[in-house]
Structure formats: structure tokens, C-alpha cells
């Protein structure tokens, strides 16, 4: 199993510690906190896992940038664009996928507060990266959101990359949730409740006008 490389500051003193109290201690204590240290690594690596996923590579579909349980959608002919919310529980792969093949246009920081992610004003106002992803068919906007225990959000993309579909562009540690806004011409195909996987899921299809 593939663990990206900022699982390993977690893992690493976590293992040694573990192995360090399980090998030296001397009493049940001691032994009980090694197997809870040990545990924890466990837990981090199966955290920070980075499955191989066969892309679905489809010019015409919009791939789901995340895994978690879509919280909301949002379709308004009215506006430019339309949204959907997805929630991604600590148990969820964390790592986050290009939707659409395009260049990186845009990347945003904003600073913010820490709300449960399933909070209806943590998309406002958390802690959130943006990142925009441009082809001939619009604009997509990725947003990375903090959470109570994701404290950091990590885009491993820069300004002009090329992406191709499915391509990593980043994670968020601990618990989080992922936006993503599109343009309005297309048809959306998940619901609220929906789970979904990163690179596999057909979010939406693009719709020729």
C-alpha cells in the first residue's frame, strides 16, 4: 500500500515510540501505551493511503475530486455556475483528484476559522485552498476546506501546471470537505447522500450547446 509523504512525520515517531515501549517496557503500563501508540500508526497509515485507482478518463464526464458522502447540490440555471459538497469523514481516502483535464489558472489561500465540516458555514469561513483548473469548456474551482481536526490543507499543484484528468493535486489531514464548482451546461448525476470516489465517480456530464 502507497502512503504519500506527508503521512510519514505522523507514522515514523509514532512506530518508533510504540516500538520503543513494547520493546523496553517493563511493566503492563507501559506495554499498554506501546500497543496504543502502535495503533495509532496503524490508523495514520491507513489514513494517508494512496490506493492505485484506474482513472476514468472521459473528456465529455466531470470526475469526482474526492471521496466522502455529497452534503449538498446546487443547481441554479440562473447562475454561471452550479456546486456540489462533499463530506469526508476520517475514514475517507483524503487525497483529491483533477475533475477535468485543464491548466492550473489559479490558486487561492484564505485563512479562516475551524467549523465541524458538516457545519453549513464552514464553506464560508474555514481555513480553504482554491484551486482553479481552466479548459475550453469553463472554469473549475476545487475548494480544499478545513475542518475541526484537518488543520491543513496541501495543494501539490503550482500556477500554470497542465493537468490531465485524475491527475493528485492534493489532500486535507484529518477530516474535512471538498467543493466544486462548475459551470451551468451540464447534468449532474449524484445526490445528496451520495458516496462517492475520487478519479472513479461521474459527478457530471457535460452537456453540448
Not at 495543494?155 to 484529518?174: A, N
Not at 461521474?202 to 450547446?209: D, G, M, P, R, Y
Request: glycine residues 6%.
Amino acid at each position: 500500500m502507497r502512503i504519500v509523504n506527508e503521512g510519514w512525520p505522523f507514522i515514523i515517531p509514532l512506530l518508533s515510540i510504540s516500538l520503543f515501549l513494547l520493546i523496553l517496557g517493563k511493566c503492563m503500563i507501559l506495554l499498554v501505551i506501546g500497543i496504543i501508540f502502535f495503533i495509532l500508526a496503524c490508523f495514520c497509515a491507513y489514513f494517508f493511503r494512496d490506493p492505485k485507482v484506474n482513472i476514468i478518463k472521459n473528456d465529455n464526464v466531470i470526475l469526482s475530486p474526492c471521496n466522502g458522502t455529497v452534503l449538498e447540490v446546487n443547481i441554479n440555471n440562473t447562475n454561471t455556475e452550479v456546486f456540489i459538497r462533499v463530506f469526508l469523514s476520517i475514514f475517507d481516502i483524503h487525497l483529491q483528484r483533477s475533475p477535468v483535464s485543464g491548466q492550473v489558472t489559479n490558486i487561492e489561500y484564505k485563512s479562516g476559522k475551524f467549523f465541524n465540516a458538516m457545519d453549513k458555514r464552514a464553506h464560508i469561513y474555514n481555513e480553504q485552498n482554491i484551486i482553479t483548473i481552466k479548459n475550453n469548456t469553463g472554469k473549475y474551482y476545487i475548494k480544499q476546506i478545513a475542518g475541526i481536526l484537518a488543520r491543513r490543507c496541501i495543494t501539490w499543484v503550482k500556477l500554470g501546471d497542465v493537468l490531465k484528468q485524475g491527475d493528485k493535486i492534493g489532500m486535507i489531514k484529518f477530516g474535512s470537505q471538498v467543493d466544486l464548482y462548475m459551470p451551468n451546461n451540464v447534468n449532474i448525476k449524484v445526490k445528496k447522500g451520495d458516496k462517492v470516489i475520487s478519479g472513479i465517480t461521474v459527478i457530471a456530464v457535460k452537456i453540448n450547446l
